[in-house]
């Protein structure tokens, strides 16, 4: 149980354009979603926190505008980079967490973006 | 501000060997400490938790935790090549998300 699933599994973009990444809880219900970024050799960074149906906490540093958060039902949150450009290049992941799960975070798969 | 001090390593240990993995954290308030393993280009993956002082044994994993050293280690017995990866500690207060250090990277020599 507690399967957190991420689509696409990576994506090559040109840049400019706007990429939409899919956050999925497939057998419980994510009442908290967390996404984080990995660039090459660092290690996970929070970038914000959404609870279903509130607008997300963006940790400092991470502009809202640009990585827009959607968390509109108990399995989905979705993150779209905003005229991606090659900075944006990153391995995303995702987290959830519901009630029935307690504190633990399950981690998606990732996302692996490339902007060209 | 909530720092995660690891050493990035590499830490090379041979086959059979014990991996001792070390973690120090400067939020006081932490209350449980998890440990993840992170092969190269996958998501991380949870190894154990640990919310009291002492050990904590899980198979071939046993966590140390010493709060007020503000302390967390990682011990792993019988170390194998599967075993080599980048190892994430992350100390959490309460609800909050995890936050995460920067990760030893293991490699275990056949």
């Known amino acids: 149980g507690a399967v957190v699933s991420q689509h696409p599994s990576w994506v090559i973009c040109k840049s400019g354009t706007s990429v939409k990444i899919e956050c999925r809880s497939l057998d419980f219900q994510a009442t908290t979603m967390f996404w984080y970024r990995q660039f090459p050799k660092q290690s996970l960074m929070l970038m914000a926190t959404s609870n279903e149906g509130s607008k997300a906490t963006y940790e400092q540093g991470v502009e809202k505008d640009k990585f827009l958060i959607n968390h509109a039902s108990l399995t989905l949150s979705t993150l779209t980079v905003t005229s991606a450009h090659p900075e944006d290049s990153s391995f995303y992941i995702c987290?959830?967490?519901?009630?029935?799960?307690?504190?633990?975070?399950?981690f998606g798969p990732g996302t692996r973006l490339t902007v060209l | 501000q909530k720092e995660v001090e690891q050493n990035s390593g590499p830490l090379s240990v041979p086959e059979g060997a014990i991996a001792s993995l070390n973690c120090t954290y400067s939020?006081?308030?932490?209350?449980?400490f998890f440990w993840y393993r992170q092969y190269s280009g996958k998501s991380p993956e949870l190894i154990m938790f640990i919310y009291s002082n002492g050990d904590k044994e899980d198979g071939r994993f046993t966590a140390q935790l010493n709060k007020a050293s503000q302390y967390v280690s990682l011990l792993i017995r019988d170390s194998q090549p599967s075993d080599s990866a980048t190892y994430l500690c992350?100390?959490?207060?309460?609800?909050?998300?995890?936050?995460f250090g920067k990760g030893t990277r293991l490699s275990v020599i056949a």
């Open positions: 987290s959830a967490r519901g009630w029935e799960q307690g504190n633990e975070q399950f």
């Open positions: 939020d006081r308030g932490s209350q449980s």
């Open positions: 992350a100390p959490r207060s309460g609800n909050t998300p995890l936050v």
